[in-house]
């Protein structure tokens, strides 16, 4: 159970002072668990994503980095690397135009995703090594014009260790987008 104390408004940064929601500590769950479920629950993009039936957060990271570099155009084929829950999938496919008969966006992640309409989900470990050719064939063997990657590791708490898994995950899949991508992709 969730126990949280109303802490009233504020805006901006915040302390621990202006949070809405406080999470009480609970037997069995680990602090650093309280905090995550603390930032979440006073998060705004949590609830912005959860409003415009968003599946996570990070889609407006795509959405504010697509405003910026313009990446994503219509007929594109997209792959979306740790694609769990769905957020970028979720984005990317109405802009390209992927649809359920002519899908231009293939997802792929580890853990499970409900599906998402016009997009082709993987459930598969990306360091596999059948992993890109079976990304590849959900294209129906086309070239990709954008590969995008937020796969992230869980972190361990130990700050070297996090940083080698998390470049070793960027460094495949910068691997894999130079061998993937029609001239021109980004
Ligand atoms: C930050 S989340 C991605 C959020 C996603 N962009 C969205 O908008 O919903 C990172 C994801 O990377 C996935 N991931 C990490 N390592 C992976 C691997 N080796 N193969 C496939 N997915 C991986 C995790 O399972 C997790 O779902």
Redo the contacts with the bound molecule.
Sequence with gaps: MVKTTNMGGGTGRRSDRDLKVRVKTSKGRKIGSTLWLQRQLNDPYVARAKAEGL??R??Y??IEINDKHKLLHKGMRVV????????????AAPIVGSTADHPLVVG????DMDPIEGVILLK????DDD?PQLLIDALGGHKADLV?S?????TTGHRATDHLRIMH?VEIAADFAIQILAPGGA
């Design positions: 599946r996570s990070a889609a990271k795509l979306d690397l740790g694609a769990a829950p769905g957020g970028w999938s979720q984005v792929i992640d580890y853990l598969k470990d990306f360091t992993a995008l937020d796969m992230a590791a869980p995950l």
